[in-house]
């Protein structure tokens, strides 16, 4: 993958371009600062302190519109909107809800930043779906109340962004992870020095993640690596003269590139069996494939070939004409009357997951120019792992992960106290 392509997938490079056939957005230039708070860093760090060199806490930032950042749930309110008028959400002070990071030395503010999301979200009706240049964090859902990527506030979308590992990616590894990528002289990173005899921990990656995700998925097991073993030392270190494996390992570098904040009309009732992705070899559409590679959809495989027909169209009248890259693959949402809506375009290869298909399959040398079409044909026939949304350590029930020691430890308790001589009730 080269720099260039992806660099074109950028939804800000894009989304100009394309503006007529996709869901409406506003773009966001985002401060260093906040830049800083997502790596996990001091904000706004402390020229004579060594705060910026550790990892901080999860800290959500401190508002400052007098808004309460999230809406509490009563049962009183009869529906959706008798809440948003209520002084419960829109309540002129944060007196009487406990917030236990409120002294916090390294918790930021962003109120010009927060003003600038409340109103563009406002603008987009009220909700809307957060992603940076290339990536959404539907990775971090479980850390939402509705378990969504929607958002109505500014704090949900800090929150969503600080707790997503394709975030992450977005930051510290996806331009690095192109073939031409050329590190800039003079940019600095926050290093870990580690004691001797320890391995330095990454930060946990967006391994085996789809680097774009417009209305998009989530790294399957993108926490499954985390943890720095043994105590540390943090030192501010010039990237020139750090070892490689330290200059250029899993962390944010400050390299003065700019990064955007794209906030996309949220609609509840989309169906995720009418997603696609599509594969562009060498300008030619070669693959498409179910967007939600995990699920059967019933209705999907006779619908097909009703659907076919229109994204061929759709990409030799809009996508093939304006978009540079000779291979990449784009992402569409085919509407119940048939209008075809542009979500997201992803690099070929890389970190874009290629559902249905492999990479093998779609770049084998002789194949077709005859579009093939993937879609889940009956229930079980699906490739799990894909997309999960949840932490890696959730789901890992093998032989020393998380759950296996949690239960192993559960039942000798549970053996302890049957044992024990007042054990039974």
């Known amino acids: 993958m080269l720099l260039e392509e992806l660099l074109r997938c950028q939804i800000h490079e894009?989304?100009?371009?394309?503006?007529?056939?996709?869901?409406?957005?506003?773009?966001?230039?985002?401060?260093?600062?906040?830049?800083?708070?997502?790596?996990?860093?001091?904000?706004?760090?402390?020229?004579?302190?060594?705060?910026?060199?550790?990892?901080?806490?999860?800290?959500?930032?401190?508002?400052?519109s007098g808004r309460q950042p999230f809406a509490p749930i009563h049962a009183h309110h009869p529906d959706p909107v008798s809440l948003l008028?209520?002084?419960?959400?829109?309540?002129?002070?944060?007196?009487?809800?406990?917030?236990?990071?409120?002294?916090?030395?390294?918790?930021?503010?962003?109120?010009?930043?927060?003003?600038?999301?409340?109103?563009a979200i406002a603008e987009l009706g009220g909700a809307a779906l957060p992603k940076l240049n290339w990536s959404a964090p539907?990775?971090?859902?479980?850390?939402?109340?509705?378990?969504?990527?929607?958002?109505?506030?500014?704090?949900e979308v800090a929150m969503l962004l600080r707790a997503s590992d394709c975030v992450a990616h977005d930051l510290a590894s996806a331009r690095q992870?192109?073939?031409?990528?050329?590190?800039?002289?003079?940019?600095?990173?926050?290093a870990r020095k580690v004691s001797a005899g320890a391995e330095e921990g990454a930060r946990p990656n967006?391994?085996?993640?789809?680097?774009?995700?417009?209305?998009?998925?989530?790294?399957?097991?993108?926490?499954?690596?985390?943890?720095?073993?043994?105590?540390?030392?943090?030192?501010?270190?010039?990237?020139k003269d750090a070892p490689e494996e330290e200059r250029?390992?899993?962390?944010?570098?400050?390299?003065?590139?700019?990064?955007?904040?794209?906030?996309?009309?949220?609609y509840?009732?989309?169906?995720?069996?009418?997603?696609?992705?599509?594969?562009?070899?060498?300008?030619?559409?070669?693959?498409?494939?179910?967007?939600?590679?995990?699920?059967?959809?019933?209705?999907?495989?006779?619908?097909?070939?009703?659907?076919?027909?229109?994204?061929?169209?759709?990409?030799e009248e809009v996508i093939e004409p304006q978009f540079g890259s000779n291979s990449y693959t784009f992402d569409v949402y085919v509407r119940s009357d048939g209008r075809v809506k542009l979500i997201d375009f992803n690099p070929w290869g890389g970190y874009t997951l290629p559902l249905l298909f492999t990479w093998e399959e779609l770049e084998e040398e002789g194949r077709g120019h005859e579009l093939e079409f993937r879609v889940v044909m009956q229930q079980g026939a699906v490739r799990p792992g894909l997309m999960t949304a949840v932490p890696y350590d959730m789901l890992?029930?093998?032989?020393?992960?998380?759950?296996?020691?949690?239960?192993?430890?559960?039942?000798?308790?549970?053996?302890?106290?049957?044992?024990?001589?007042?054990?039974?009730?």
């Open 396 to 425: 890992d029930w093998g032989e020393g992960s998380g759950w296996d020691v949690f239960l192993k430890k559960a039942d000798e308790e549970l053996g302890r106290q049957m044992n024990s001589p007042d054990g039974h009730s």
């Open 85 to 119: 008028n209520s002084e419960l959400f829109f309540g002129s002070s944060t007196e009487d809800v406990h917030d236990p990071d409120a002294d916090h030395p390294h918790r930021p503010e962003f109120p010009e930043l927060e003003a600038a999301i409340d109103a």
């Open 268 to 315: 509840p009732g989309l169906r995720p069996e009418s997603e696609f992705r599509c594969f562009v070899r060498e300008r030619k559409l070669v693959a498409v494939s179910q967007r939600d590679a995990s699920a059967y959809y019933p209705s999907l495989p006779g619908w097909s070939s009703e659907v076919q027909p229109k994204i061929e169209d759709f990409f």
């Open 14 to 64: 894009w989304y100009p371009a394309f503006r007529r056939h996709s869901i409406p957005t506003v773009i966001i230039p985002l401060p260093a600062a906040f830049l800083r708070y997502l790596a996990g860093k001091a904000a706004y760090p402390d020229a004579d302190a060594d705060s910026d060199e550790e990892p901080l806490p999860f800290l959500l930032p401190a508002i400052t």
């Open 248 to 266: 250029y390992g899993d962390t944010w570098v400050d390299d003065g590139f700019q990064y955007y904040l794209a906030l996309r009309k949220w």
């Open 177 to 190: 992870s192109c073939e031409d990528f050329v590190h800039p002289e003079g940019a600095r990173r926050n």
């Open 206 to 239: 967006a391994n085996e993640t789809d680097c774009s995700r417009g209305i998009n998925d989530a790294p399957s097991d993108s926490r499954e690596i985390g943890e720095e073993g043994g105590k540390t030392n943090a030192v501010d270190c010039d990237l």
């Open 138 to 155: 539907k990775d971090a859902t479980f850390m939402s109340a509705d378990g969504t990527t929607g958002c109505t506030c500014f704090a």
